[in-house]
């Protein structure tokens, strides 16, 4: 993620509706990946932790692990007084069968060869241990957003559920999320297409009154209780419980050619 990404992101996701409410549905997920256990047996790896800002939600239910692989991401880590390690997200240098959770949050898709690190972090995962992930939803949905954020693709439940599978692991719950802004974000894009504005490669955040910014969070806070009851069938992302077979440790990456995927030859394009 370039590097005034990471100066937005640490302004916004303190206030803006969209972090705050995905924090709620975060939480919940995380719920529903421990049940019963306590937090104090609890160990939680935060792969591509950011700036942060999701740190006090998985706080709540473990002892967290943090891990990115930009130096800038560390910085603001640091900064607010968090422990980090610079690390690739797909070399983990932890031992395999050390969490009981992995978290990724917006993280798969910054990553080229995805079920790679998919089978990493299930690596770093005691037996029946779980995968806590969101990533964006639909290639229908790219813009030059995607290309600020250094995005190699987004995905479907269907796609998610596939990867998992490729790779050993069981998906315990597989949902949309952030679910009332999809007509909102596909009439914008589609408003702007008609009106032939020039999108730029910088950030989708659209500032909004306090008012409306705390109707977001709320209706999105609504949402978040409702993933405890059920999986909704379309939004602007997906989130994801994976779980790794409880007899088993994954020990060896499975070697896989690299398929390019268009979407990170646009990338590729655009960086030159």
């Known amino acids: 993620m370039r590097t ?10 303190r206030d803006y509706w969209w972090h705050l409410g995905r924090y709620e549905i975060i939480e919940q997920y995380m719920s529903l990946a421990l049940g019963d256990k306590k937090s104090e047996e609890v160990k939680i790896l935060n792969i591509g932790a950011g700036t942060g800002g999701t740190i006090p939600s998985l706080e709540k239910f473990g002892d967290v692990l943090n891990a990115d692989v930009s130096d800038d991401a560390i910085k ?13 997200g797909k070399t983990l ?10 978290g990724a949050f917006d993280v798969l898709e910054h ?11 299930a690596r770093v995962l005691k037996p029946g241990g779980k995968i806590v992930l969101t990533v964006p939803a639909y290639e229908w949905l ?28 069981m998906s315990d719950k597989v949902s949309y999320a952030i679910v009332f802004s999809l007509p909102l974000v596909v009439g914008f894009r589609y408003l702007n297409k008609a009106l032939r504005r020039k999108t730029t490669e910088e950030t989708s955040y659209v500032n909004v009154p306090k008012w409306i910014n705390d ?9 978040a209780k409702g993933h405890k009851y059920m999986s909704y069938p379309a939004g602007t992302s997906v989130v994801a419980v994976l779980k790794k077979a409880a ?7 499975i070697s896989r050619a690299k398929k390019s995927h268009p979407t990170s030859r ?6 030159k």
């Open 4 to 13: 005034t990404e990471y100066t937005t992101m640490a302004d916004r996701e």
């Open 76 to 88: 603001y880590l640091k900064k607010r007084g968090y422990k980090a390690d610079k690390i690739d």
């Open 93 to 102: 240098p932890y031992e395999t069968g050390t969490f009981d959770i992995v």
């Open 111 to 121: 990553i080229e060869d995805d079920e790679a690190a998919l089978e990493e972090w």
């Open 142 to 169: 790219w813009t030059d957003h995607d290309v600020s954020l250094m995005h190699f693709r987004r995905h479907t439940k269907g796609s998610i559920r596939k990867k998992a599978m490729n790779v050993g692991l």
């Open 215 to 223: 109707s977001f969070t709320n209706m999105l806070r609504l949402e």
């Open 247 to 253: 007899n088993i440790h994954t020990t060896n990456k």
């Open 266 to 271: 646009k990338l590729r394009r655009s960086n």
